[in-house]
């Protein structure tokens, strides 16, 4: 079982003169838990109205650190998986709105340095179990790859059916998570795109030889035998708890990379959480996120592990607010339970406003963080990369993790008052920018931005001017726009945000660890 002697670290590092910071000999296990499309306000402890009992999650964040105001690298999913693994926002790549569609490429390129790949060479076992979405190279029968027939990341659902056609299900799918440094993978890449079949590291499980029916949610496509929806969360649990069970006997630190399906749709709830909550199947569905991470901290607590584990808890983005009804429901519709996911917050899911990527963090690491704690310093989950390295002493190369800072310093003392970041960049699903620096926030280009809305089309709609700013420290629902009594400021933070997208960096070279 691999454990920290803390007594001996201690005496080392008096002999040493280091603090604990810059111990290079601290790898814990890494445990990184990404909720789908949940909700700043679902969580009990954060919003007394939730019409949601999430004890688990409550109780981790009581025993760690949790921080008030974490952003998702963007508002939508494929963009944010990307950057929590490569420290980079995912608007620097061909990606520039929306996300991955069914049988699209990958979006991590060979050459990019992803965090499963950093800390695999420092001794970790590294497993991706859950939702992937980042892409595939998926093989077609008379040679070549469906990549090979698709234009760009536009959804052509026709064209996509008819190359589904001609991929060969019998060959390893390539350039997934095991070309980015995960030992193992066990998922179902996206749990409303074909084909549906678990994948474990490199092959389906069991071969889609049928089309999904149109009364099960999801896009049409192939789909293997027997597939039920209110299976998957269950599968994929059991998985990460036995890779925990696996690993805790080994003589190797660990990284797992936990990434959940709910409560995006298909909302499927298993029975035992059925009527639990008093928000619809959605709020069902959260309830079981919350279980689910009760199961994780059980099992590195049967371990002897959970002392020594870096545990962290988030969402990709916010949530869409639907209720669940079909799988599915209108955006916003659970409103009418009287819960807020995105508590008192404009926007949901996809917008440029806070609601859309303003998400729920939890940091719980007994053996380092006092219990109790929280922080309102501005962070993003694009720092996940520079904070491993730091806490494994290691430097990270130039054109690595260009967007990431290193966040252990506020860990280690949460009342921190200097910024670890000089300002965030958020995206929406339509592929407007906002940028926020200390209290100020500068939207550009868009009124919400949801992903299904044109450039400004909601602006124009609303009256609003494309160009917003807002202060975040009093002015939580962004209703009062002060863009036109602080021209300085609109002046400054626009040039930042240009500097940061002509560079290609937010953080200067060699220079990780912020102010």
């Known amino acids: 079982m691999y454990r920290i002697n803390y007594s001996l670290l201690l005496v080392l590092l008096l002999l040493t003169g280091c603090t604990a910071e810059e111990d290079v000999s601290n790898h814990p296990n890494i445990v990184y838990i990404l909720a789908d499309d949940l909700g700043y306000g679902d969580l009990s402890f954060l919003n007394a109205d939730s019409k949601i009992q999430t004890p688990h999650l409550d109780q981790l964040a009581a025993g760690g650190l949790h921080f008030t105001d974490a952003h998702s690298g963007s508002a939508v999913c494929t963009p944010t998986r990307y950057g929590i693994l490569t420290g980079r926002y995912a608007w620097r790549t061909p990606l520039k709105q929306g996300v991955l569609w069914p049988y699209d490429p990958p979006l991590i390129q060979g050459e990019r340095i992803t965090v499963a790949e950093m800390l695999r060479e420092q001794g970790y076992a590294t497993a991706c179990i859950g939702k992937w979405h980042l892409g595939w190279d998926w093989p077609l029968t008379g040679g070549g790859y469906a990549r090979d027939s698709l ?15 001609s991929v060969d299900f019998n060959k390893p799918v390539n350039n997934g998570p095991l070309s980015h440094g995960f030992d193992y993978y066990f998922g179902d890449d996206v ?4 084909p549906y079949s678990f ?26 035998a027997g597939w039920e929806l209110e299976a998957v969360m269950p599968a994929i649990t059991e998985r990460a708890v036995s890779y925990i069970d696996e690993q805790s006997t080994g003589d190797q630190p660990f990284f797992l990379y936990f990434t959940l399906t709910a409560p995006h749709t298909p909302i499927a709830p298993a029975d035992a959480f059925k009527g639990s909550s008093q928000a619809g199947a959605y709020g069902d569905y959260v309830q079981q996120v919350d279980w689910t991470v009760g199961q994780i901290m059980q099992a590195l607590q049967e371990a002897g592990i959970r002392e020594e584990t870096l545990v962290i808890f988030t969402s990709d983005n916010g949530s869409p607010a639907r209720e669940g009804v079909n799988w599915s429901g209108a955006v916003s519709s ?7 996911p995105s508590y008192h917050f404009r926007g949901t899911k996809a917008d440029i406003w806070e609601g859309g990527h303003r998400v729920p963090f939890i940091v719980h690491w007994p053996a380092k963080i006092a219990a109790g704690k929280h922080s309102d310093q501005t ?18 190369p130039e054109r690595t993790a260009e967007d990431s800072y290193n966040l252990l310093p506020l860990l280690l003392d949460p009342q921190r008052q200097t910024p670890i970041r000089e300002a965030t960049v958020h995206h929406s699903g339509n592929g407007s920018f906002a940028i926020r ?10 009124g919400s931005g949801g992903w299904s809305d044109p450039k400004n089309a909601r602006a124009l709609e609303d009256g609003l001017p494309a160009v917003q700013l807002y202060e975040m420290d009093t002015d939580f629902g962004e209703q009062n726009n002060v863009e036109g009594d602080h021209p300085e400021v609109v002046q400054e933070l626009r040039a930042l945000l240009e500097s940061y997208q002509s560079s290609g960096r937010s953080v200067p070279v060699g220079d990780h660890d912020g102010k």
Request: charged share 25%; hydrophobic share 40%; proline share 6%.
């Open 437 to 446: 620096k200390g209290k100020w926030k500068l939207i550009l280009d868009a």
């Open 379 to 396: 962070i993003c989950h694009t720092d996940f990369m520079a904070t491993c390295a730091a806490i494994t002493g290691q430097s990270l």
């Open 334 to 340: 659970v409103l009418k339970y009287d819960h807020h």
């Open 191 to 194: 749990p409303n795109f074909p």
């Open 199 to 224: 994948i474990e590291n490199d092959r389906l499980l069991a071969f889609p030889d049928q089309e999904k029916p149109d009364s099960l949610f999801g896009n049409p496509g192939k789909m293997s």
């Open 151 to 165: 234009q760009g990341f536009g959804f052509d659902r026709a064209a996509r059916l008819r190359i589904e056609a």
